[in-house]
């Protein structure tokens, strides 16, 4: 593919309009969706209206008035259809981290303390790792983490109560068959629990038609809600109600305005709300989520997959063919595959400082240290072209054929202990 | 005190300048601060200067070079010296329920099962008691709450583990004696925990001078930080490190960039951050902070406290001369008395209504049902008058002898269930 095929690609993409409800900075080819979205053109104007209109002139009424004490739910509803969920059954709140230790204390509780096993993927994102070990070590059970997924299956017996796992792996952006696995935890009485940290809004996700237990996920990646934004959670409807989930604050209260002092949970997924909702940072993720009705319009998540994967698929194919020694440590087969890419140098080259002369060319990427580091590049699917793809390949080549990584600004300051 | 006497009050206090920092609606006597903080007028470009330029425009960059991720120390060190604390022992991070259930976690976790009776009030605000609820169920404990604070020191007994209270009740705006109770806490052997949801930026509060043991507190009321911004944390620097909290989230992590498998705590306050921060809202809550700064410079809290305490008695006295039948709720001795008076109306006369014809005639408190139902006005110190009180009372004297608070439109629909 030369820049000429990309630029037809382009002009033939049904998602191409939506490249125009972002802000993105001239000159720079953005790769990074996969650790912080871009933002989206209305976004500004919306937060200004929460802030000036909603906050600073109607005050404390807006908690009626503007709907900020729906919120949570309003928001939980439009991140539904992305990940196989109905309305009401997904909420706003907290950060991925909170909500993954809200779900694995109603996990374990499930298990009713006759196991309490979490296995999981050593090279799933450390903050579900650390939750699990908090949770876990409170359960009096144990962690237990694979080094390849293939080493999962064993591992689902009869002291298994939960497989733990990131639908795409923010290393790799290996994507698991969630139905499969899910199947298989379930068989051996487990539950399942998801991470859909770096699938939501970017590969196609189907929480009730796996059966899924339970799923969290971040929605400042692919869904664009801006740097920290609230994160999201899901329990299946079967589940909801059965227990107690640790973080009792008022709002998850059966009635929070009646200020009585014992806890009763709310019904249903409303349980999982614990403080007084972020409004003006949900009002941002409010706005992101305009653009994925304009998605919809234009083909929805079947668009969205297959620009996807040819983005992917053509990345691949250019690094093949142009840059040799660089290896590629994402899954070659489409189907095991988010929508991210991830690239190893060869020893003698600084991974590090590859990825900072790439960002001094305008080609964001990130690096993830590890064996073996990595150069990391998300093709969030709304907003990056395919002229994205050659340009990107053209200056790593650039990069590496020049040795401009070389250069003392580019290179690592200290040691990351 | 007439109007004309409020004038000449407002005219020689040396705070008066800060109520041009704020944006507040015409026609509007705003006493509702203690529950959602007004907008500082700097807020909005503050917030837009952070979305446009640091997130739109510098994306991914930011984390470092517009100090992100340092954010959560950054603004728990400009809320330090208002609590008592030093830099480098507050963080801003999460909901003030999330805090809550950290630290006491934590708490328990000290008394080493030794111990595991935790004491609150039960007109605590709700949040608190289920965190605590939730708390001591997973350590085998038991909740006692009293019904009145005299009740206390009777429970602090060798079974007791925690003291946990809110420093000003939500409802009556009591202020309890921080460094009494701690210490009468510490001789029984138990901890002290503090909420200072109601307290920080309004009134003095000395959390290392009162010895205290940890604290959680809330950023959108005195604090003026936005709706649902976030909450800080301080733990006494000698508990530090002693225990895990059990949001063992990744940017609480000693080496959070290594991605290593193995949970390690952070020295010090960093280890009760948990997942990653919301920029947005740390944006207005930074902005917000710089109120502050000019506050400092008017006179720090010496003069908050002191325009609080003639604020509040300038309230109190005007109701008891000019509302015979409505009853003062909140402590009369001002060092029992954070910056809110809560009153209460006849039986036959319904709270709730009375608020809103309030609120339709632009001066903005609010109802909290219970036994009385309260009429709660907030004073916030930064931008509330002296002639705002004297409209206030003689507002609330119009839709008391007026009988309009009986108009079908201020009745309540529907039951608080």
Redesign the interface.
Known sequence: MNRQDAELLDAQDPLAPLRAFF?L?EG?V?L?GN??G??PKA??EH??RT??QE?????????NTAG?IDAPRRLGDRIAPWIGARSGEVLVA?????NL?KVMHAALQLQQGQRKVVVSE?S????D???A???V??HGGELV?VDTPEDIPALLDDRCAVLMLTHVNYRTGRMHDMALLTRWAQQAGALAVWDLAHSAGAVPVDLLGSAADFAVGCS?KYLNG??????FVWAHPRHQGQV?Q??????G???????????RPAPGIQQYQ?????????A?LESALDVFDTAQQLGGMAAIRAKSVALTEAFIAAVDAELPGVQVQSPRASAQRGSQVSLSVPSDVDAYAVVQAL?ARGV?G?F???DPPLLRFGFTPLYTRHTDVVDAVSALKDVLSSGDWRAPGFQRKGK??
């Open positions: 802000s900075p720079v953005y990074d650790s912080l871009a933002l976004t500004p937060i200004r802030v000036e906050w600073g002139h109607d005050l404390i009424a807006s908690w900020w907290d950060s991925t981290s909170v230790y050593r799933n994102f450390p903050t790792n650390y939750i070990q908090s949770v070590r409170a983490l400042y801006g740097p920290g934004a609230p994160a107690w640790p973080l009792t604050g008022w709002l209260h059966a009635a929070p305005f009646a200020f009585t002092p014992d806890y614990c403080g007084t909702p972020p409004i003006v940072a949900m941002a960002i964001v990130d993830r240290d590890g990351v202990t």
